[in-house]
Nanobody, 126 residues
Framework: EVQLVQSGGGLVQAGGSLRLSCVAS????????IGWSRQAPEKEREGVSC????????YYADSVKGRFTISSDNAKNTVYLQMNSLKPEDTAAYYC???????????????????WGLGTLVTVVL
């Protein structure tokens, strides 16, 4: 059974930092792309970042580029999202996501994610 267990998140002041973690189980880590999406109230879901654990390919949405960093620890089957210089507009529920890698190489943001974590709330206040 595929599981994505998230931790981190919380309340932080604007300009602060948080780190989200996602521990994956139930599949071979290197065979998947792992990502983070977010959903803010009354806004569309947004793919924030993703990583192909096997080759380190990464993607960042323009809204977070330069502020967020995704990384993976393959030995721990864990993906992290380090979020710096947080802004009120980053407030959202953040979801860890995963998809099986295709046989043909493609950017991780081209995948439709098959698995989702339960979500963790990030609130950024002034």
């Amino acid at each position: 059974e595929v599981q994505l267990v998230q931790s981190g998140g919380g309340l932080v002041q604007a300009g602060g930092s948080l780190r989200l973690s996602c521990v994956a189980s139930g599949f071979t880590f290197d065979d998947y792309v792992i990502g983070w999406s977010r959903q803010a109230p009354e806004k569309e879901r947004e793919g924030v970042s993703c990583i192909t654990s096997g080759d380190g390919n990464t993607y960042y949405a323009d809204s977070v580029k330069g502020r967020f960093t995704i990384s993976s620890d393959n030995a721990k089957n864990t993906v992290y999202l380090q979020m710096n210089s947080l802004k009120p507009e980053d407030t959202a529920a953040y979801y860890c996501t995963a998809a099986h890698r295709s046989s043909l190489p493609k950017p991780c943001n081209d995948y439709d994610m098959d698995y989702w974590g339960l979500g963790t709330l990030v609130t950024v206040v002034l």
